[in-house]
């Protein structure tokens, strides 16, 4: 079976609402084309790179490429998780969880996007909420690190609830524009004090080493 060789495949995080997973290829292609019928409003861009952009084909094959290349760059020390969100068995988005060294430095990332038809309905908090979990629960993570443009105030407010605090700015330029990122950060011990969805993991022993972790 595939999870013999790469147990994370048979990882699974399961909030009340949602289940986070490393796609099937079926789920994949669901995935994509999601992303190709829209995540986010026209006139914004929540992205460093604008690949929202491209004609919506090109999303799609985008989002496939993406994953089978951070599937195949994975590595102990730098690995890059990217779990295909499910509500009530409905693909709704992609929740990301990176880090490098971690054994090393204890520190996590995270990305997310939803499609447009799941957003503004408390998905994006549950799905970081699970990952979160993940990280400093299973894994054993000291801090997490996210971050968004000062105009993404949907994203602001997700890591606000979480507990997540300011961590300075970074200017950036997208599409040959100033873009103001604001970076946030979460302790081990300011999520201990916040967490309020309840995550189950499941399969995750095998895939320690696969972190990084012994």
């Known amino acids: ?20 997973r490393l796609p099937s290829p079926e789920q994949l292609a669901e995935l994509a084309q999601l992303a190709a019928g829209g995540i986010h409003e026209p006139g914004s861009m929540p992205f460093l790179i604008p690949w929202t952009e491209l004609p919506a084909a090109e999303i799609a094959t985008r989002i496939v490429q993406r994953h089978w290349l951070g ?11 990217d779990f295909t969100v499910l509500s009530e068995g409905t693909v709704v988005g992609l929740q990301t969880l990176h880090a490098q060294d971690l054994a090393i430095t204890g520190e996590v990332k995270t990305g997310s996007w ?50 997540y605090q300011d961590d300075g700015v970074e200017r950036c330029v997208v599409d040959g524009e100033l873009r103001i990122d604001r970076r946030l950060r979460l302790t081990r011990a300011d999520w201990e004090r916040r967490r309020t969805v309840p995550v189950e993991i499941e399969g995750l022993a095998p895939c320690l080493p696969f972190f990084g972790l012994t």
């Open 1 to 20: 079976m595939l999870i013999d060789h790469f147990p994370p495949a048979g990882l699974r995080l399961r909030t009340p609402r949602l289940e986070l």
């Open 71 to 81: 599937l195949g760059k994975w590595r102990p020390q730098s690995w890059s998780a």
């Open 114 to 163: 939803l499609g447009l038809p799941h957003q503004g309905q408390g998905i994006g908090t549950e799905m970081r909420a699970a990952v979160l979990h993940l990280a400093f629960s299973g894994l054993g993570a000291l801090e997490a690190c996210s971050a968004a443009f000062e105009d993404n105030l949907a994203s602001q407010r997700v890591s606000r609830k979480l507990g």
